[in-house]
């Protein structure tokens, strides 16, 4: 666990500081005397899970949120049986906050049961005022509830919560604030995300982020590499470096930088030997960017380039400021720069008024870009959007229909483009041991494609090399070359 202060050298003495973290090191050791007055009255140690639900950034908090449990001295379970349970929510489609309402119905009958217990919301979902109304009147078991902006205060709102018999509501509108060197309990010892921007500013007509996670800003650059040479030292090899949309990355900085000249940076960085990062949006993809890649020696070659509809009229009105023609000009760039480069992305099926011409435009966008593999949804609407209140919604069947046929063409394509290495033995990070055998490790290629090949977990972290004896369609399976 990488942190920066010990909460044996706090006071209480005095009055909580005002400066962040600090402030919150003294809000994690307060905490600490109520879990151990807890566990002297149980005679037994406290619990926490934390549930995560969404993208990689809301992975990344949780596991701050983890990490400053474990601090206040709660052990970290993966179950709901725990004395203290928090969702870390998602709110990008519909059904993300149906699952929520769906776990806490199991949480509240869980909590009749022992009073004591402490339950906890927060993330995109708490940003929705309408969500937060309904948790008010329906859900008033919940004892703490906080948004995307001030995650970090999570200790000092824990501390309220603890001593309090009524809920603790904490919601930001927005924030010009950033505040990491939290304690974080990672889920890999040799791989780690790395936030380097937080906030949208695309509006992309459909979607809830830019209401959620607010304004982009980005962190300054000695930070996130004051950050990774940290990550380095204690055994990180593979960085993910996190944004809603990196590619604008420093536009906002007292002096800009751009995303390139951030990865040239954190490319000097000994012991990373590995970088990767997400999400690209296709309209600040430069020139520069490409070049940087091409030249990297750590830069993993795979880029997430999300789509969306491959019809330059959804586009504009999808508000994604790029065409079609544009879109593919920047893949044959990829294609050109980064030859064995992994292609992956978002599509969404049945946008408002999506017709058959522009879904034929989407299918066609996807035999040219030939995607390694691709997420594709259907459209969700999502309250406070302009495309909710759209006119002419595709009806269902039709959504279905064209999902299936998207479907069809994106797994045939990816299974041509996936097995593309068979034969070949490359360098592999070692992740896990085999779900289905354990006699087998799982590990990740450059192009973050999976190969399972008999070994041990004395290998955990390691880059080693592995023959690619058979593609499996979206997986390899290999062997080490010693
Ligand atoms: S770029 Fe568009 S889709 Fe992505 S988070 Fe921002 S608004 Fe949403």
Redesign the pocket.
């Known amino acids: 666990m990488d942190k920066k202060f010990d909460l044996d050298k706090i006071e209480f003495c005095k009055e909580p500081p005002i400066q962040e973290p600090d402030r919150q090191y003294y809000y994690m050791k307060k905490c600490r005397e109520s879990v151990k007055a807890q566990e002297a009255a149980l005679g037994r140690p406290l619990t926490a899970c934390v549930q995560n639900f969404g993208c990689q950034m809301n992975a990344r908090d949780s596991e701050k949120l983890r990490g400053i449990l474990s601090e206040i001295g709660y052990q970290i379970i993966d179950t709901e049986e725990a004395d203290f349970v928090i969702y870390n929510t998602c709110t990008v489609r519909e059904n993300a906050n149906l699952k929520v309402y769906g776990h806490l119905g199991t949480l509240g009958h869980r909590k009749r049961k022992n009073p004591h217990m402490l339950i906890g919301l927060c993330g995109c979902m708490m940003q929705e005022p309408q969500v937060v109304e309904k948790l008010k009147t329906s859900y008033r078991f919940v004892d703490l509830i906080f948004g995307t902006h001030n995650l970090y205060k999570f200790a000092e709102l824990l501390c309220l919560a603890m001593d309090s018999d009524r809920t603790i509501i904490d919601i930001w509108k927005d924030t010009d604030k950033i505040v990491e060197d939290l304690p974080c309990q990672r889920k890999y010892a040799f791989k780690s995300g790395v936030n380097i921007m937080f906030g ?5 007509s ?5 209401y959620v ?1 607010g304004r982009e800003r980005s962190r300054n650059p000695e930070d996130i590499v004051n950050e990774i040479e940290r990550l380095a030292k204690d055994g990180v090899v593979e960085v993910m470096l996190l944004g ?2 990196v590619n604008s990355y420093g536009k906002n900085l007292e002096t800009p930088i751009t995303f390139a000249e951030l990865l040239r940076r954190v490319e000097q960085i000994d012991g990373i030997e590995r970088i990767r990062f997400m ?1 690209s ?1 296709p309209k600040d993809l430069s020139d520069e960017l490409i070049e940087v890649m091409k030249d990297s020696k750590k830069i993993c070659p795979h880029m997430h380039l ?1 789509l ?1 509809s491959g019809s330059s009229r959804l586009l504009k009105i999808m ?2 400021k790029y065409t079609k023609e544009q879109y593919l000009t920047l893949v044959e760039k990829l294609r050109a720069a980064v030859p064995d480069i992994s292609l992956t992305t978002d599509i969404i099926v049945g946008f408002p008024g999506e017709t058959e011409e522009d879904f034929q435009e989407t299918l066609d966008v996807v035999r040219q870009a030939r995607y390694d593999s691709a997420f594709t949804f259907i459209y969700s609407k999502r309250t406070g959007t302009p495309a909710a209140a759209m006119e002419n919604q595709v009806p269902e069947d039709v959504v279905k229909d064209r999902f299936d046929r998207l479907l069809e063409l994106v797994q045939q394509i990816s299974k041509e483009m996936s097995s593309r290495l068979e034969g070949q033995t490359v360098p592999v990070l070692v992740e896990e041991v085999n779900t289905h055998d354990k006699g087998y490790m799982t590990g990740r290629l450059a192009n973050n494609l999976l190969v399972h090949f008999p070994g041990d977990e004395a290998l955990l972290g390691k880059i080693v090399k592995v023959h690619l004896a058979q593609g499996k369609g979206f997986y390899y399976m290999g062997e080490m070359v010693q």
């Open positions: 949208c500013n695309n509006f992309c459909y979607c809830i982020v830019p996670r809603q949309n999400t949006h999300p969306q508000n994604r």
